[in-house]
C-alpha cells in the first residue's frame, strides 16, 4: 500500500517555465488537497478537491492551477514559475470528514525555481 | 474552523514523559482536535486524535479538558527520534463540509539524551 505518493521529488525550475506536480492515492479517498510550507512556516493550503472533477480554492491559490480528472489522481500546475513558488510541496487525501477520519501526507516535493 | 494556541518549544529528557499541551478556546461542538507531527521537513505524520474522551493508541495519549477549550498530548516515554514539531488542529467533522486542515506554527519538541 504506497499511500500517497508525489511525483517529481525534486525540480528545479528558470522563471517563467511551467511544470506539473502529480500527486497520486491508493486508499480511494475522495478528498485530496496540495500544501505549500516554507522554511520555518506551517504549511498553508493552496488548493483541495472533495471529489473527482471538483476544486477549490485554498489559502494561497495565486499561480497554481489544479486539475482532478479522476479520483486517486490531483494535479498542481505552475503556469508561469516564479521565484516566489521555490518551496517544498506536500499532498494530502482522506476520506469525508463525517467521523473525524484522518488526513495522510505524501513525502514532500522540493521546488526551486531560479 | 477553530484556531489554536501553542507554545513554541519545549524539551524533555530522552525516557521521560513528554506534555505538549494546545489551547482551542473557541472550539466549535463538532470540531475534532488532531495532532500531526513533522520530523526534519517530511510529510506531516498523523498521531492522534479526538472529540471529547480522552484516547491512546501506539504513539501518544490525547487528553482534551471537559469543557474541551484546551488538550495535552502525552508521549509517555520520549526518544530521540520524537525530535519534531507538533502541530495541534482542529477541524469540522460535519459530513459535506470541506475539511481542510489548517496548521499553524506548532511547537518544537526537542528530547536530549
Known amino acids: 500500500n504506497a499511500g500517497v505518493t508525489q511525483t517529481p521529488k525534486f525540480r528545479v525550475l528558470k522563471t517563467g517555465q511551467s511544470m506539473t506536480l502529480l500527486c497520486a492515492q491508493d486508499?480511494?479517498?475522495?478528498?485530496m488537497y496540495w500544501y505549500r510550507q516554507d522554511p520555518g512556516m506551517g504549511l498553508r493550503l493552496i488548493h483541495y478537491s472533495v471529489g473527482e472533477g471538483t476544486t477549490a480554492k485554498g489559502e494561497v491559490p495565486d499561480g497554481y492551477n489544479v486539475s482532478r480528472l479522476k479520483k486517486q489522481n490531483f494535479l498542481l500546475g505552475l503556469e508561469s514559475a516564479a521565484p516566489s513558488q521555490t518551496s517544498v510541496y506536500f499532498c494530502?487525501?482522506?476520506?469525508?470528514?463525517?467521523?473525524?477520519?484522518?488526513?495522510?501526507f505524501g513525502e514532500g516535493s522540493w521546488l526551486t525555481v531560479v | 474552523d477553530a484556531k489554536t494556541t501553542q507554545p513554541t518549544s519545549m524539551d524533555c529528557a530522552e525516557g521521560r514523559a513528554a506534555n505538549l499541551p494546545c489551547n482551542h478556546s473557541t472550539i466549535s461542538g463538532n470540531e475534532y482536535v488532531y495532532w500531526y507531527r513533522q520530523i526534519h521537513s517530511q510529510g506531516p505524520q498523523y498521531i492522534i486524535h479526538?472529540?471529547?474522551n480522552n484516547e491512546t493508541n501506539e504513539m501518544a495519549s490525547l487528553i482534551i479538558t471537559e469543557d474541551r477549550k484546551s488538550s495535552t498530548l502525552i508521549l509517555p516515554h520520549a526518544t530521540l527520534r520524537d525530535t519534531a514539531v507538533y502541530y495541534c488542529?482542529?477541524?469540522?467533522?460535519?459530513?459535506?463540509?470541506?475539511?481542510?486542515?489548517?496548521f499553524g506554527k506548532g511547537i518544537t519538541l526537542s528530547v536530549r539524551p
Open positions: 488542529i482542529v477541524r469540522v467533522a460535519s459530513s459535506g463540509a470541506n475539511s481542510k486542515l489548517t
Open positions: 479526538g472529540l471529547k
Open positions: 486508499m480511494n479517498h475522495e478528498y
Open positions: 494530502a487525501s482522506s476520506y469525508p470528514p463525517g467521523t473525524g477520519n484522518t488526513i495522510y
